[in-house]
């Protein structure tokens, strides 16, 4: 949406194909970090986005064992917006879509789903499609994959992927909160166990880490024995566990880090979790995905006004994105084999020297913060603004 939205601000033709009636799917990455607020500062757009309901967090901080630490403070970052932004998925990218449709050369199809490659001698010329209204064969310049780690559109290009593995998977839920809750968003750790809480006002959404693999096993336990650990992690939420009352009410999500050997070919090129599929840590995935939709729009807007992109422009997308995809896969690894993994095989948990120095010194809260809320490499807009319609 975000390179749609920048592409035919630029003048180009776009279409977007979205399978779903509408954007409202929960449990979804909603950290807005500062550096794609930052984008909307540069796009003319910040002040208009956070009128929408949102919460802002200016440091990060978890429970280990029995401390509790600041982990992260974005207050001192070279942005305009020092927080993070949570704001619902659905949210944003309906605001985006309405941005984008001020532009005569934006399009979108909902109820529309992407289901194979349309391929002439070896070059992308599009897909085909199923939507309500039957079959559509829809040809295009240039196709972008951006769907998903689970990405239909780069299974049938056929592109080589290379699985880094992860340690864990998670599972999605809400409780909802009372006024006398904690008001941050925090982590939980102990021994064996890992909650993340994200205050979304009305309710936590909360995400719950086990072992690869390991939810049958924690399902045969009983739902009595899951909700007793949410408990134990915070107690505060012991009165409204019982709002779990169906495991139909907690969602999994299989954990997969992973990333194309190539991003593209001829005609079609992958972006976001389609090319690069996120570990959760640091909640870094959608901003990454919006980094790269800024390069390759900042590459591409331009020859895809009169003409067919070429192979070595889809490529210099890659290259631009490609040392950032790394790092920060490289750094999400390292903390999940470091600290999730030990975490989950443990049978008692402290907190590791080097975080209680994060906490005792504030100057080196700013480095997780410049990692977390920056990335490597952000991206600024370099794409021309055409002119919106008067109709718009």
Sequence with gaps: MMLAYLLARAGVDVLVLEKHADFLRDFRGDTIHPSTLELM?????????????????????????????????????????????????????????????????????????????????????????????????????????????????????????????????????????????????????????????????????????????????????????FRAQLAELAPFLRDRVEELADWDQIKLLTVVVDRLKRW????????????????????????????DAVAAANILAEPLRTRAARDPELAAVQKRREFPTRATQRMQIAIQNNVIKRVLGSTRVKAPWILKLVDRWPLLQRIPARLIGMGFRPEHVKTPAAAPSPHA
């Design 41 to 225: 500062h540069e796009l003319g757009l910040l002040e208009e986005f956070l009128q929408r309901p949102h919460d802002e967090v200016r440091q990060l901080n978890g429970w280990i064992g029995e401390s509790r630490l600041r982990l992260a403070d974005f207050t001192h970052l070279p942005t305009h917006c020092k927080f993070i932004a949570f704001m619902p998925q659905w949210d944003f990218l309906n605001f985006l879509a309405e941005q984008a449709r001020r532009y005569p050369s934006f399009s979108l199809l909902m109820n529309t789903e992407a289901t194979d490659l349309l391929v002439e001698d070896g070059l992308v010329t599009g897909v085909r499609a199923k939507s309500a209204q039957g079959q559509l064969e829809i040809r295009a310049g240039l196709t972008i994959a951006a769907d998903g780690r689970h990405s239909v559109i780069r299974q049938k290009a056929a592109l080589e992927i290379i699985n880094l593995g992860a340690p864990m998977d998670v599972l999605w839920m809400r409780i909802s909160r009372a006024e006398s809750d904690p008001s941050i968003t925090l982590g939980r750790i102990d021994a064996g166990k890992f909650l993340v809480m994200l205050n979304r006002r009305a309710y936590w959404q909360c995400a719950f880490v086990i072992p690869k693999g390991g939810y049958d096993e924690l399902r045969a336990r009983g739902l009595p024995a």
């Design 264 to 291: 593209w070919r001829p005609g079609l090129l992958c972006i976001g979790d389609a090319a690069h599929a996120m570990s959760p840590v640091g909640g870094v995935g959608i901003n990454l995905a919006i980094q």
